[in-house]
Every structure is written in C-alpha cells, then in structure tokens.
C-alpha cells in the first residue's frame, strides 16, 4: 500500500520539509486547529465525550499568527503548479489565515462558505453555524477543475434551474456527520463535503495531502475516489488509531455509489446565431409563450428544438430584446 498512501506522526511542518519534495502534491484539503481552545468543545456540544479521542492539540492565540504563516508556507511550496488548496476554518483566526495566504503566490480562487446543522448556541448574539473554506491555486500550471463531474450542463431540477450552478455556488449546505458509539476525533470534516472538493479539484490517481490529518477523513475519502493520499498528524493517539482504521480501506469503495452525470451536450453549442435563426427563435418563442404561459416551461422546448443549451438560448432572447427595446410589443415578448 507504500505506493497509494505515507502518513506520518509528526508536526507537519516539519514533516513537509522532511518527507515531501516541492511541487509534489496535487491538491491540499486541510482542517487546522482552530485556536479556540478545542479542547474544551465538549462544553458548546450535546455529545458524550467517552467516544472522543483525547491528545487535541490546539494552537494558542498568541502562536497562531506565526503558525498559519509556518504551514502554508510549506503548503506553497509542495503544491505542484496549476494545484489546489482548501482550508478549513473558522472565524475567530481567519484573519492570520488570510495574512499568510497574501504572503504566498497562491491564487485565490473562491471563499465559501458551509453552512452547517445545529451551529454553537449562544444567548446574546447570533448562532455561528457555517465555517469558512478558502480556495486558493498555485500559479504557473493549469489547474483541476471538472466542471461537470457531479451534474451535467443541461441537467435541471424538477421546478427548472440547473443541476450544476446550484452545485457550484458558493454556500454549501452539507450537514455534520454523527457518530454515536463510534470512537471519534473533537472535530470532523463531513464524508460529501470532502467528495465534492476532491471531485471537483483532483482526477483519480492524484496524490491529496493533508497537513492535519485528524480523523484521516480526507485520507479516507481520497482513497475511496482512487486518489493517493498523505499528511501529518502530530498528536499519537489519534494517529495510532486512525492509522489502524487506514488499513481498512479498500482504494474506490465510494465510486459505485457516485452519482453519474448527464454528460450530453447540445450539438450545436457554441454556434452563432444566423438572422434567420434568430428570427424564428422569436417566432417561436412568442408561440410556446401563449400555450405555456411560463417561460420556465418554454426554455427546455426550446432548447431542445434549437439543439442549443439554456444560457445560449436565454443570450440570444435578451440580445433581441435589447436590439428591439424601442418597441414595447417586440420588447414585451422577452418579459
């Protein structure tokens, strides 16, 4: 198994400089200490806390600042070109994330945010109940990125809109994983949070590194998509136990159970649009108007008749529109 994953128990930075070449790793999905006293989150959380792991090691607030800068700088350097970067956090040090980020040449790409069932109560301001998750890209390379791997472009959902933007905004809204009798660490990163990120950033075979291995759950996942995987866990007894549960894992067991993309296209998307064309878009569209009444009910006709995708259909309508905007009967037509 040398070959699909190498985990070590050691600081990370460290370990980085020890065990990992530069541009070596083709996508870091990592969840850092938060610095907010984890070891006492049994007291914000409705849990027992027998089924937790102990040896948490937190990151104090006077450290944190030198300690982001420490680790992503490592984490610039053994990104290959072209690779991925997600961080996990949450607020309360976000500011000396973002700071060492700016200090690298890495990329940003997105901020997103996860929202998250049952966030920490309080009584005297809002409940915090989504965590941060930055997205950087190293330059020089040409990045990952498959766009359609988890819903195809011309996929909709049942009351219309697109499969894949709802997919690709960036809120996500992926609950927390509960493991009741399960021996677990103080915090971890949900199962289809950590499929969505390594399908959408890394292709099969890709070597995936976490810097704060934890729970391993990013290892986990990575093996199960057939990904390599390695990182660093510095407490012992989470890594002796996890490292026995690594074991376990037999590389693609979540492939079968992947959902399968529509992976049609129109045939005719990225053709121009000739006047004769778009004259009888017009024509037609005022047709279907009146049966339908709705235009979320005329797109899909239209589409399929004109063998042209949503968003090229819904270009040329607005290019007429504006074309024709001095008449209010031709501009009422595109309402």
């Not at 009741?180 to 995936?208: F, H, R, V």
């Not at 004109?306 to 501009?331: C, T, V």
Request: positive net charge.
């Amino acid at each position: 198994m040398k070959d699909i994953y190498e985990f070590y128990n050691m600081d990370c930075v460290e370990g980085c400089r020890k065990r990992l070449p530069d541009n070596s790793i083709d996508l870091i999905v990592t969840d850092p200490p938060y610095g907010i006293s984890g070891h006492t989150l049994h007291k914000h959380y409705n849990r027992n806390e027998d089924f937790v792991l102990d040896g948490y090691i937190e990151v104090s607030e006077r450290e944190y600042p030198e300690f982001s800068r420490n680790w992503i700088k490592e984490a610039e350097r053994i990104l290959r070109p072209g690779g991925s970067i997600y961080i996990v956090s949450g607020y309360t040090n976000l500011i000396h994330i973002l700071n060492a980020l700016h200090q690298t040449s890495l990329r940003e790409v997105n901020h997103i945010i996860w929202k998250y069932n049952f966030g920490v109560y309080a009584r005297k301001k809002y409940i915090s109940s989504h965590y941060h998750i930055l997205y950087y890209v190293k330059p020089g390379g040409e990045p990952t990125f498959n766009t359609h791997c988890r819903y195809g472009a011309q996929e909709k959902k049942e009351e219309s809109g697109s499969l894949n933007y709802e997919d690709r905004e960036d809120v996500w809204i992926i609950n927390r994983e509960y493991k009741p009798g399960k021996i677990k660490n103080k915090n971890e990163l949900p199962t289809k949070l950590l499929q969505k990120i390594i399908q959408y950033s890394s292709n099969e075979g890709d070597l995936i590194c976490d810097l704060f291995l934890g729970s391993f759950s990013t290892a986990k996942v990575a093996l199960g998509l057939n990904r390599r995987a390695t990182g660093f866990e510095k407490s012992k007894i989470a890594f002796d136990h996890h490292i026995k549960e690594m074991k376990k894992i037999v590389p693609g067991y979540l492939l079968k159970d992947l959902r399968i993309p529509d992976a049609t296209s129109p045939l005719r998307q990225g053709e121009s649009w000739s006047d004769a064309e778009k004259e009888a878009l017009a024509k037609r569209y005022s047709e279907l108007l009146k049966i339908h009444k709705m235009k979320k009910k005329v797109m899909p006709i239209l589409c399929k008749e004109f063998d042209r995708g949503y968003w090229s259909i819904q270009k040329a309508l607005k290019n007429m529109e504006s074309a024709n905007a001095p008449d209010s009967d031709q501009s009422d037509l595109f309402d």
